[in-house]
């Protein structure tokens, strides 16, 4: 499986960016598909995730209400619409993948993963 990130760029505080994450090989209908972020110097951050069955979408607290979690998969692809940015949003973005569903708890830790896009700058800044 390969994943492929787009979409990131710079944005003014306050604005929207909407990030895409396509899969393609050996892909299966049931998995679980998560956004990662890592800003300079620091660890890889989970910002959401969501299961194919369900339709449960996780996101991490800094996020809530602000972000969008969505997925077409007719495409194979995810979405994470970000809106009303700030500054500490900035960072490289990752989409992962999972195949199978995710235990609910263990959503939120990278290892949870087996696929990693090579991910997209997002910089929020004036």
């Known amino acids: 499986v390969q994943l492929q990130a787009s979409g990131g760029g710079l944005v003014q505080p306050g604005g929207s960016v909407k990030l895409s994450c396509t899969a393609s090989?050996?892909?299966?209908?049931?998995?679980?598909m998560a956004w990662f972020r890592q800003a300079p110097g620091k660890e890889r951050e989970f910002v959401a995730a969501?299961?194919?069955?369900?339709?449960?979408?996780m996101y991490a607290d800094s996020v809530k209400g602000r972000f969008t979690f969505s997925r077409d998969n007719a495409k194979n692809t995810v979405y994470l619409q970000m809106n009303s940015l700030k500054p500490e949003d900035t960072g490289i973005y990752y989409c992962?993948?999972?195949?199978?569903?995710?235990?609910?708890?263990?959503?939120?830790?990278?290892?949870?993963?087996?696929?990693w896009g090579q991910g997209t700058q997002v910089t929020v800044s004036s």
């Open positions: 090989g050996r892909t299966y209908s049931s998995n679980t």
């Open positions: 969501h299961r194919s069955s369900g339709g449960n979408t």
């Open positions: 992962a993948r999972k195949s199978g569903l995710a235990i609910w708890s263990s959503m939120p830790s990278p290892e949870t993963y087996d696929y």
